[in-house]
């Protein structure tokens, strides 16, 4: 089991920009329509922007202000699928014999937005970059939390996901609108996450859980829960 506090919240999504539309998307959540929307990211340089991806945008969005002030920042980033359009757009120069673009491929490998992210904050803390299937954000609160306990004032924790091109669309099927969020985790015990074994019904949820998991902060939830595969992760609230 660890403990941890999350201090501070950030999320984006199309048409979701503010605290109040996610408080009230998390009362009555809907599926998202299909957006070509980015968020703004006008605080970073013009030449900079240019070259992030919406993923990485995303990012960026709801990590910089949870940064702000903040000096020796570890960040914990997790995406299950990552750059896929990127990915995407490379394949398909490969199978039309095409040369591939170096920057196109530096940006598009899962490391590339803590490697901007360590760039453009002159940041130079422990970065870490997961994919770690279903269950990604609890294995993100497993790194961060053993980055509080070597010490650490603060740990950023930022899960994004990008809607996969329709080529992926058959497989891909847990992402279902482009999200980012962005938590603030610091020492404590307002929560505990607890992993259980055994044999599970892995059962589809609407929402990826990193939105479920918003949703429980912000509908003020005391407990929810999230397995994949034998793995069961508890999430409680202290009272």
């Known amino acids: 089991m660890i403990t941890f506090n999350i201090a501070q919240w950030r999320a984006w999504a199309p048409g979701l920009d503010s605290v109040d539309d996610w408080h009230a998307w998390c009362h009555a959540p809907v599926l998202l329509p299909v957006s070509q ?6 605080f970073l340089p013009a030449m900079q922007r240019r070259r992030l ?7 960026f969005s709801v990590g910089w202000p949870l940064a702000e002030g903040l000096e020796s ?3 914990v980033f997790v995406s299950r699928h990552g750059e896929t359009p990127r990915t995407l757009d490379i394949l398909s120069d490969l199978a039309n014999n095409q040369p591939l673009s170096p920057t196109q491929f530096s940006l598009s490998v899962h490391n590339a937005v803590i490697g901007l992210w360590s760039i453009l904050r ?3 803390s422990e970065m870490t970059a997961l994919a770690a299937a279903g269950d990604g954000l609890e294995h993100g609160m497993l790194e961060a939390a053993a980055l509080l306990s070597e010490g650490a ?5 930022v899960i ?4 996969a ?3 992926y669309a058959s497989w891909i099927v847990d992402v279902p609108f482009p999200y980012a969020v962005g938590l603030l985790l610091t020492p404590g015990d307002e929560w505990q996450l607890e992993l259980t074994g055994g044999a599970v019904q892995l059962t589809q949820t609407q929402w990826p859980h990193a939105l479920n998991l918003l949703r429980a902060l912000l509908t003020e939830q005391a407990a929810c829960q999230h397995a ?5 992760w508890n999430w409680q609230r202290k009272s």
């Not at 991806?53 to 990012?59: D, E, F, K």
């Not at 004032?153 to 924790?157: F, Q």
């Not at 994004?160 to 809607?163: K, S, V």
């Not at 994949?228 to 069961?232: F, I, M, S």
């Open 160 to 163: 994004t996901e990008e809607q």
């Open 165 to 167: 091109p329709d080529a």
């Open 53 to 59: 991806s919406r993923l990485a945008r995303m990012a």
């Open 153 to 157: 004032k603060a740990v950023l924790l």
């Open 37 to 42: 929307a980015c968020p703004d990211v006008s």
């Open 73 to 75: 920042l570890p960040l």
């Open 122 to 124: 002159n940041e130079t």
């Open 228 to 232: 994949w595969k034998n793995r069961v």
